[in-house]
């Protein structure tokens, strides 16, 4: 199972980044991936998760409504669009999956990270 994630970058409040994660060595179809973030001294923190087929997503409050989590399972990459970004997002952003079809506490895989900087 390895999962890579991309897309990071430095960017200004307000601006927009779309961070990838490409799966592989599994049925990435079958599992609900997440995605988390860990700031600067800061624990990791949970930020969406889709579920296996796409038909239901989640996200942390402080993320709702201005990040969009999707999947194209023919291409095995899952997607999480960032718009209004703020500095407060600045983080290493990681994909993960729990290797079950809907979203869990439990994640056992889990991608390197990608860096997101946000500056005011």
């Known amino acids: 199972v390895q999962l890579q994630a991309s897309g990071g970058g430095l960017v200004q409040t307000g601006a927009s980044l779309r961070l990838s994660c490409a799966a592989s060595?599994?049925?990435?179809?079958?599992?609900?991936l997440g995605w988390f973030r860990q700031a600067p001294g800061k624990e990791r923190e949970w930020v969406s998760c889709?579920?296996?087929?796409?038909?239901?997503?989640y996200y942390a409050e402080s993320v709702k409504g201005r990040f969009t989590v999707s999947r194209d399972n023919a291409k095995k990459t899952v997607y999480l669009q960032m718009n209004s970004l703020k500095p407060e997002d600045t983080a290493v952003y990681y994909c993960?999956?729990?290797?079950?079809?809907?979203?869990?506490?439990?994640?056992?895989?889990w991608g390197q990270g990608t860096q997101v900087t946000v500056s005011s």
């Open positions: 993960a999956t729990g290797t079950v079809a809907w979203c869990s506490e439990s994640y056992d895989y």
């Open positions: 060595g599994f049925t990435v179809d079958y599992f609900a």
């Open positions: 889709i579920t296996s087929t796409g038909g239901s997503s």
